[in-house]
Nanobody, 127 residues
């Protein structure tokens, strides 16, 4: 069953920070690999981050590399996406979703296999 819920979005000024949360049950077994996606108005869905409990791998799209960091809490009940140095182009609805594996460096994170998309959480970066 799908048991993922995003939260933490909001309005932030350029250069600011937000931390998104993805509440996931059975993370290490049922949902060991979590991807973060975003979709801005008029643009295609973009996979921006991925974190895997299977092999410990992480992935960041070039557009967010060095600014976004994925992590888990101690109990691995929640996956986080720390977003720093936010830019207006980061404005989008952000989603977390179960994926099969994180891409390799230089690859892309695809959401084509995601069966369910939740409501997401809106991040607005504006001055």
């Amino acid at each position: 069953q799908v048991q993922l819920a995003e939260s933490g979005g909001g309005l932030v000024q350029p250069g600011g920070s937000l931390r998104l949360s993805c509440a996931a049950s059975g993370l290490t077994l049922d949902h060991p690999v979590i991807g973060w996606f975003r979709q801005a108005p008029g643009k295609e869905r973009e996979g921006v981050s991925c974190i895997s409990s299977i092999d410990g791998s992480t992935f960041y799209a070039n557009s967010v590399k060095g600014r976004f960091t994925g992590s888990r809490d101690n109990a691995e009940n929640t996956v986080y996406l720390q977003m720093n140095s936010l830019k207006p182009e980061d404005t989008a609805v952000y989603y977390c979703a179960r994926v099969l594996a994180c891409p390799v460096v230089g690859g892309t994170l695809s959401g084509d296999g995601v069966a369910y998309w939740g409501k997401g959480t809106l991040v607005t970066v504006s001055s």
